[in-house]
């Protein structure tokens, strides 16, 4: 299933530096500058408010860390009263009755589903093949949900970051954030507005083996970026082909106007041939990505393969 497995807390994975401003003569920026960092989803986000004041950014930021607190009760499979959790609890015994937060939810996955042919997958089955989406009886009119495949369970851990990045920015936005830049672990990425410092702003993909260092950069403007990687003995995502563990030292990078719509498109060209990315990323408007191959020569590890598409 092209599906994200959950890292293990603390983990820190790699996929894009820091954001800088575009290459231009800099403006003085002497605005107020919030800036939080507070553990979440199993991860870490940092939240950048450019010309907001401290009291302001904390009134917002600690309704962002509330707001995030009802997703991970909605979308985390491991707090045992959580929704998700519940339905994988009780689905496989029948119809199981979802609440309207977790439909939409589910709802935008099943899309994510078809766009990409069946290689973004939310559902698993203890690694064995044929145990995917499609053994899902799903109910739009009673919004209710029946495991049709024992052992079935589902996992948001390929999209849920990008589903709460989503909420986040417009949370902002309807309170007249103007610019903000959002980071989950620095693999998942939203932002709002530009730089204050330039027309937009620009986000690298960092080679995994040499911090710092860019291998392609991409402007943001009201947009949102996630990369997908393995790092040597690591395995993240599932294959929906097979069932298996996706190995090789790889990172799949995506760039396109919604966070959630990156989260799903980068697992699922983690697993897909690279005959089949350009014809997945036309399906989503707006779409840029960029992945890396990584082998080793010489002792050390170096890009092997390299495939961008852009619209």
């Known amino acids: 299933m092209g599906r994200r497995a959950h890292p293990p807390a603390g983990s820190r994975r790699r996929g894009c530096v820091p954001p800088y401003p575009d290459p231009r003569p800099p403006r003085q920026i002497s605005d107020p500058m919030f800036h939080r960092t507070f553990a979440s989803m199993n991860t870490r986000l940092s939240m950048v408010l450019p010309s907001t004041a401290d009291q302001a950014g904390a009134r917002l930021a600690d309704e962002v860390q509330g707001l995030l607190r009802e997703q991970e009760s909605i979308m985390s499979r491991f707090s045992p009263d959580g929704d998700l959790a519940v339905l994988n609890r009780h689905a496989a015994r029948g119809a199981v009755p979802v609440n309207d937060a977790l439909w ?11 766009l990409t042919g069946g290689a973004f997958d939310i559902a698993q089955g203890a690694g064995r093949p044929g145990h995917g989406m499609h053994h899902l009886d799903v109910d739009p009119d009673a919004h209710t949900v029946r495991f049709t495949e024992p052992g079935l369970q589902l996992d948001l851990g390929g999209i849920g970051k990008g589903i709460a990045l989503d909420l986040i920015r417009q949370f902002l936005l309807d309170r007249h954030v103007e610019q903000a830049f959002l980071s989950f672990g620095e693999s998942s990425v939203a932002v709002i507005g530009s730089h204050p410092a330039g027309v937009c702003w620009q986000v690298g993909v960092e080679h995994m083996f040499e911090p710092g260092t860019s291998l392609h ?9 996630s990369t997908s990687g393995n790092r040597p003995g690591e395995t993240h995502i599932i294959d929906p082909a097979n069932g298996q563990a996706v190995t090789g030292c790889r990172t799949v990078s995506v760039a396109c106007p919604g966070a959630a719509d990156a989260e799903a498109l980068s697992t699922a060209l983690f697993v897909l041939p690279a005959a089949r990315r350009a014809e997945v990323l036309r399906r989503y408007r707006d779409a840029q990505a960029v992945a ?20």
Do not use: I, N, P, S
């Open 104 to 114: 939409t939810v589910l709802d935008a996955c099943m899309r994510h589903h078809r």
């Open 217 to 225: 950069r991409f402007d943001l403007r009201d947009g949102a970026m």
């Open 292 to 311: 890396f191959d990584y082998g080793l020569a010489g002792g050390a590890w170096r890009v092997e393969k390299e495939w961008r598409y852009e619209q």
